[in-house]
């Protein structure tokens, strides 16, 4: 990725702010400023970031989601993981290794919101495929609210050969496919785990379904027959928190 990180709205600037990651500057929209962006003009300039005040137009002009809420930032793309930190992560909070693990999400927003929950629920990281597969842009920042500024994200060749690399560190794989009969709160998730996420419509592909320790699905009631892969992350990673915090 080349050039500037553009960070939209006012959550994902905030958080930006907050994590210290350099900023070239910050463009606000003319006007009177509500709270959160007083916010943002007194933590840029504490951050040493130049603050520009331009009309709404030219952020508009700039905006790739236009949603940018009358905030931009600009900034140093995000720099990506390798596996090993994400395991080091855990380590460093002396707690079981809780990874992500996402086998062909595609869709940009889908990705934020899985960062979201993936930081909510305080896993050590995301691990994404560095091909065919949703990338860390300036939209998937902004679907994040800002999780992506906190979420290790680890991008990798092959995602196969991923999970056999953490079984051998003694990481529990788990993948989450629809029509399995094993029930995913009938797993242990207070074990080291990776928890594989499917893409919408093909979930996992074969060969990750090979790799992984157990097969489970998340029960349907209605007549949908799955869940957004966002929506079906957080369900499991909040099941690992329950059973985590309550074993």
């Not at 952020?59 to 995000?78: E, Y």
């Not at 709160?185 to 157990?214: F, M």
Request: net charge positive; with cysteine.
């Amino acid at each position: 990725m080349n050039g500037p990180d553009y960070i939209e709205g006012k959550n994902p600037v905030l958080e930006l702010l907050r994590s210290k990651r350099p900023i070239n500057k910050v463009l606000v929209a003319k006007g009177p400023a509500d709270r959160a962006t007083s916010e943002i003009i007194r933590l840029a300039k504490e951050n040493g970031a130049p603050v520009e005040f331009v009309d709404k137009s030219i952020l508009d002009k700039k905006s790739p989601s236009k949603k940018h809420q009358g905030v931009i930032a600009l900034a140093s793309q995000k720099e990506y993981s390798e596996l090993e930190d994400l395991l080091e992560e855990a380590l460093k909070k002396n707690e079981k290794p809780l990874i992500v693990i996402l086998d062909g999400i595609e869709d940009p927003q889908n990705l934020g919101a899985i960062l979201r929950s993936a930081e909510c629920a305080g896993a050590h990281g995301v691990v994404i495929a560095k091909r065919r597969a949703a990338q860390v842009t300036s939209s998937v920042s902004s679907a994040s609210a800002g999780a992506v500024e906190y979420v290790k994200v680890a991008r990798v060749v092959n995602i196969s050969e991923t999970i056999e690399k953490l079984k051998k560190t003694g990481v529990w794989v788990v993948g989450i496919e629809a029509g399995q009969e094993k029930n995913y709160t009938d797993v242990d998730l207070n074990l080291p785990t990776a928890i594989v996420i499917g893409s919408e419509g093909k979930g996992l592909s074969h060969l990750v379904k090979e790799r992984c320790e157990v097969l489970a699905s998340i029960p349907m009631k209605g007549k949908i027959s799955s869940l957004n892969a966002s929506v079906a992350t957080a369900v499991v990673l909040f099941e690992a928190v329950r059973q985590r915090t309550c074993p």
